[in-house]
């Protein structure tokens, strides 16, 4: 059974500052990976994507991946109220043609 | 920016009756998908869809279950005979390619089965 990881929080980080999201899986050979934000009752936005090991930064969002320890995370600097909401993982998973969701991350930004 | 469509937001319908829900994807995207979510689960994969037919599909996905792509546009999801535990948030997704591509989410059809 193939999984994605995430601690489901709450994770709770004041305004300003760096919050650091993370994200295992099992499949070795999964090819890239996905992070979105989900606000409560609303679809995930993609916020990143990434398939090649090392950092990929967008703004204020830093995506780092890891094959070797199968481990994605998601750097979010200046935190804002804003972002506070559900963060999703998801995996493009090997010789599947579908997408795996981890159950996501709540994020709480404190003012 | 181009998005994802999908109608209705809501729909209400009672056990056993069909229910089609509808999306358009982004018109240069190749790849549909269609997750559902549960209320406070996570989103599950559904079905994918390539050059008209289905490419992968989920344990979920049964013979209820059906999706087409009846004209250029349109990209839908049947449920021939819903049951109650088919009450969920239902997500159309695209992307131009599959492994290497992003992939968006439409806004979702609440649906609920009384």
């Known amino acids: 059974q193939k999984e994605v990881e995430q601690n489901s929080g709450p994770l709770s980080v004041p305004e300003g500052a760096i919050a650091s999201l993370n994200c295992t899986y099992s499949d070795r050979g999964s090819q890239s990976f996905f992070w979105y934000r989900q606000y409560s009752g609303k679809s995930p936005e993609l916020i990143m994507f990434?398939?090649?090991?090392g950092d990929k930064e967008d703004g204020r969002f830093t995506a780092q991946l890891n094959k070797a320890s199968q481990y994605v995370s998601l750097l979010i600097r200046d935190s804002q109220p804003s972002d506070s909401a559900t963060y999703l993982c998801?995996?493009?998973?090997?010789?599947?043609?579908?997408?795996?969701f981890g159950k996501g991350t709540r994020l709480h930004i404190l003012p | 920016e181009p998005e994802v469509t999908q109608t209705p937001s809501h729909q209400v319908t009672q056990m056993g009756q069909e229910v089609i829900l509808r999306c358009v994807p982004i018109?240069?995207?190749?790849?549909f998908y269609w997750y559902r979510q549960i209320l406070g689960q996570k989103v599950e994969f559904l079905v994918s869809?390539?050059?008209?037919?289905?490419?992968?599909k989920s344990e979920i996905f049964d013979d209820q279950f059906s999706v087409e792509r009846p004209d250029g546009s349109n990209f839908t999801l049947k449920i021939r005979s819903t049951k109650l535990e088919d009450s969920a948030m239902y997500f159309c997704?695209?992307?131009?390619?599959?492994?290497?591509?992003?992939?968006?989410f439409g806004p979702g059809t609440r649906l609920t089965v009384t």
């Open positions: 990434i398939y090649s090991n």
């Open positions: 869809f390539y050059n008209n037919e289905i490419s992968e």
């Open positions: 998801a995996v493009f998973a090997n010789r599947d043609d579908k997408i795996i």
């Open positions: 018109s240069n995207h190749l790849y």
């Open positions: 997704a695209s992307s131009e390619g599959n492994r290497l591509s992003e992939q968006y």
